[in-house]
């Protein structure tokens, strides 16, 4: 037979309660206390047949009693800079963080006494390109070129420099450029 309680025989059928209704008239005719007993034992039922599972928060589960009480709490305040590197972590961006290091701490990274001779122009495929402020300076830092490397790898990480490009320091040139004329160019500018 169907129960004919109103609220309590759908829920209870929908938590896989067995509804006990028998074909006694006062039995299907519930009202008051009775019918309020039956809603709230119907709701038990189907609260004890759910699966009970803690909620996770930023990789911690939460305590059953909630959050109250000793201990440390996701929503505790947390430091900038743990946020900060957590974030860093999460979004794949440790690399990049690692080259942009070297441009913004260069004396770091390499010295104070190199830093104030060079100057790192580019980082591609992991070459670095430093230019030096003279050309002697150029053939010092080509000397302690694997010096620098264990530096910087030592500061940044591995393999995020593998090669150094030292050069000089670059004139203006005016054989190219968006402005060059191909050929010898006027001859009245210089006489």
């Known amino acids: ?18 509804c006990d209704v028998s074909n006694n008239s006062d039995n299907s005719e519930q009202t008051g206390p009775e019918l309020a007993r039956a809603a709230v034992e119907a709701a038990l039922a189907k609260h004890r047949a759910k699966p009970r599972r ?11 009693g909630g959050y109250t009480g000793p201990g440390p709490d996701p929503r505790d305040p947390q430091l900038f800079g ?11 961006w440790a690399r990049p963080k690692a080259e942009a290091r070297i441009f913004g701490e260069w004396d770091k990274v390499v010295g104070a006494d190199i830093a104030a001779h060079s100057r790192p122009l580019k980082l591609e495929d992991g070459e670095l390109t430093i230019e030096a402020e003279s050309t002697a300076w150029a053939t010092q830092l080509r ?18 420099v593998k090669r150094l490009h030292i050069h000089g320091p670059s004139t203006p040139s005016w054989s190219s450029g ?3 004329i191909r050929g010898r160019g006027p001859r009245d500018t210089y006489g």
């Not at 743990?82 to 794949?92: A, C």
């Not at 000397?143 to 995020?160: F, P, Q, W």
């Open 143 to 160: 000397m302690l070129a694997a010096r620098m490397l264990a530096g910087i790898a030592r500061e940044v990480g591995h393999n995020v």
């Open 1 to 18: 037979m169907m129960c004919r309680r109103p609220c309590a025989g759908r829920a209870s059928r929908s938590a896989g309660v067995r």
């Open 82 to 92: 743990n946020v900060l590197e957590r974030l860093v972590k999460q979004r794949g």
């Open 54 to 64: 803690k909620p996770v928060v930023d990789g911690q589960t939460r305590r059953r």
């Open 178 to 180: 968006p402005r060059r």
